[in-house]
């Protein structure tokens, strides 16, 4: 079945370590974005790319970086820079801007 | 970013009752787009509309794209336990990123 695959869906890290989150779409969907979610606060873009190789800060990119090699795949670093990393991260992909976005399931980190 | 105003932010309602909720821009949007989240899960899409003053229904969900292109409407019939969740607005801006409302939580009392 086409959709998207976001892991792990639960993961917990010590203050001051890098953590990779991974997204891995099937859809043969252009673009693809990663946001965080924070209670009462909606979802906010941390970075998207509509391409293969290229990609562009969203609202809140600091602390955060992301590499687009492959069509299927946009995994996202919250780096020890990152200082609230605790949140649900939220990978999405779509086609031809019109918003129509297909979500992940998440995934939710905890630094303690 | 783009700010979207959505109210109310919360809602408890009993089973069977309808459910209104609107969301509103500073800036004229292209498109509206209404979401569903259910708890501990992405968000689906539920609605889209591509037309000022467009009226369009998905089962016993409604929505409106504003005429002045600001504002949009979610209305819900007969709601039932699984409508629990949070609905989000939201619209695409400076190309294909898309900024969404906070949302409104939904709660369902059977």
């Known amino acids: 079945d086409g959709g998207i695959t976001q892991s792990p869906k639960y993961l917990f890290r010590k203050e001051g370590q890098n953590v990779t989150l991974s997204c891995e779409q099937n859809l043969n969907h252009d673009a693809m974005y990663w946001y965080r979610q924070d209670p009462g606060q909606g979802l906010r873009l941390i970075y998207y790319s509509q391409i293969v190789n290229d990609f562009q800060k969203g609202d809140i990119a600091e602390g955060y970086s992301v590499s687009r090699e492959k069509k299927e795949s946009f995994p996202l670093t919250v780096t020890s820079a990152q200082k609230n990393p605790t949140a649900f991260y939220l990978c999405a992909s779509g086609e031809g801007g019109t918003g129509e976005l297909f979500f992940g399931e998440g995934s939710r980190l905890t630094v303690l | 970013g783009q700010q979207l105003n959505q109210s109310p932010q919360s809602m408890f309602i009993q089973e069977g009752e309808d459910v209104s909720m609107n969301c509103t821009s500073s800036s004229i949007f292209n498109t509206w787009l209404w979401y569903k989240q259910d708890p501990g899960e992405g968000p689906v899409l539920l609605i889209a509309?591509?037309?000022?003053?467009e009226l369009t229904s998905n089962g016993r969900l409604t929505a409106q794209f504003g005429i002045t292109r600001k504002d949009s409407f979610l209305n819900i019939s007969a709601s039932i336990p699984s409508d629990v969740g949070i609905y989000f607005c939201a619209g695409p801006y400076s190309g294909s990123r898309l900024t969404f409302g906070e949302g409104t939580q939904l709660t369902v009392n059977p």
């Open positions: 509309l591509y037309k000022a003053g």
